[in-house]
């Protein structure tokens, strides 16, 4: 949908929120950015973004079997999200992290699953016009019932989170003193597998199977960028995820362009000015502490 865009930003904003269909995109869109925000901060510490974007991929044909089975799309998301979740922490530890060897066996699950998931959709049989939003997302039609379900998930996945996260936290920076001092650190990253599975069954249900990664790792990437203080940077990674997709709706809305294109190029932007002002900084640095030979 299209609106028409005037230059009169708080008459767009209303002219935007008289819609019901967007007012509930903007609260689906806020619960998932805060989701997405936290789980994906620890994430990217834990470098097991190929993970977690193996588990968003595996949503795509947990939806498409959820349509052919006529349930409910978030039924398949969030079982095969799941699913697939205890399958990698199954996988033999090695290294520090975890699964950063287990590459091979991951990329194996995500190109079987996005096979079945065009399986799935040739069984269906019938005119699947959603499968494009399956896969990068759509703001149309989303219902209060739909903002409700998003609430309650994202509210047990962020009350496990907060449950575990000081000790997620030390297992993540280093494993081998975490187990030395008695921390299960296998069983946390199983746990927190399963939140990364859950969070990516979620955010899937607005920014599509594919588009998932963006919402994951750039904020969070961007806040460790910019600070290494835990606090601070996980705050400011939900900040940078809320106007990720706050900026997102609202350009979507007045352009004929899908949000996740929007989402995506808006992520993406804000970690590469970040990158910049702190390469720049960087530089600044050196200088200063070199005076003579920048002078040379």
Do not use: K
């Amino acid at each position: 949908m299209t609106g028409v865009f005037s230059w009169n930003l708080i008459a767009d904003i209303r002219d935007m929120w008289s819609v019901a269909f967007m007012v509930n995109a903007f609260r689906a869109g806020t619960i998932v950015a805060v989701l997405a925000a936290l789980v994906g901060w620890f994430m990217v510490l834990r470098r097991q973004s190929f993970a977690g974007h193996t588990l968003a991929v595996v949503g795509f044909p947990g939806a498409a079997a959820a349509v052919w089975a006529g349930l409910g799309v978030a039924y398949g998301y969030f079982g095969f999200c799941l699913a697939a979740a205890l399958v990698i922490a199954a996988l033999p530890q090695r290294g520090n992290r975890g699964y950063t060897e287990q590459s091979a066996v991951i990329g194996t699950v995500q190109a079987f699953a996005l096979a079945a998931g065009m399986l799935f959709i040739a069984l269906y049989g019938g005119f699947l016009g959603g499968t494009s939003a399956l896969l990068f997302g759509s703001f149309l039609g989303i219902t209060q019932s739909q903002v409700l379900i998003l609430a309650l998930a994202a509210v047990a996945t962020l009350v496990v989170l907060a449950l575990i996260g000081r000790p997620l936290l030390f297992a993540s920076i280093d494993t081998d003193v975490a187990r030395a001092h008695g921390l299960p650190t296998r069983a946390l990253g199983t746990a927190f597998l399963l939140l990364l599975g859950a969070t990516a069954a979620e955010v899937s249900q607005i920014t599509g199977a594919l588009l998932v990664f963006a919402l994951l790792v750039l904020p969070p990437a961007t806040a460790q960028l910019l600070t290494a203080r835990p606090a601070a940077s996980l705050t400011l990674s939900v900040a940078l995820a809320l106007v990720t997709v706050w900026v997102a709706l609202f350009v979507a809305y007045y352009s004929p362009y899908p949000i996740g294109f929007w989402l995506t190029t808006i992520a993406f932007g804000l970690y590469v000015l970040a990158y910049a002002a702190v390469a720049g900084r960087a530089r600044l640095g050196t200088r200063a502490t070199h005076p003579i030979a920048a002078g040379a």
